[in-house]
């Protein structure tokens, strides 16, 4: 029998009525940039500090993300005592970030200091890009996009 396969080219005809069928269906891929994937609902993407309905942020620079993380990539350090603390610098490195989510899950504000957004389009040339400040992570997406497109 193995004999016969051989001379018949088996396989070979197998592979190719394979390849044949494939070619003739319906292409899967989504044409990128002018067709946007979107996130599913569970998706981490870039971290961002939320603000209360006053404006002020909600972060109480606790640091209690910073020790969450499992790779040390947040820095926070802040001023004043009790619930007028505030964080003074608050920055994230994003190049060696693991999109855990621990940091959120960490949070211990009613509501959630920080959230994962579904901004997945960060790419850049130089990787002091990916470090962000307290300015850019209270800033939105189209922020975040004249960031990464140079």
């Excluded at 001023?79 to 960490?106: D, S, W, Y």
């Amino acid at each position: 029998m193995g004999l016969v396969s051989k001379i018949l080219m088996k396989d070979l005809a197998i592979g190719l009525r394979r390849t044949i069928t494939y070619n003739y269906h319906k292409a899967i891929t989504m044409q990128y940039p002018k067709e946007k994937w979107t996130p599913y609902p569970a998706f981490r993407g870039i971290i961002r500090l939320l603000h209360d309905e006053e404006g002020n942020l909600k972060c109480i620079a606790c640091g209690m993300c910073a020790r969450a993380c499992p790779v040390g990539c947040i820095t926070v350090k802040g001023e004043g005592k009790g619930k007028e603390r505030k964080p003074v610098e608050f920055t994230i490195n994003f190049g060696q970030c693991l999109f855990c989510g621990l940091c959120v899950e960490a949070c211990p504000v009613k509501g959630k200091a920080i959230e994962m957004t579904s901004y997945y389009e960060a790419a850049a040339y130089d990787k002091e890009e990916f470090i962000f400040d307290i300015q850019k992570l209270q800033a939105d997406y189209k922020a975040w996009e004249r960031t990464f497109r140079k």
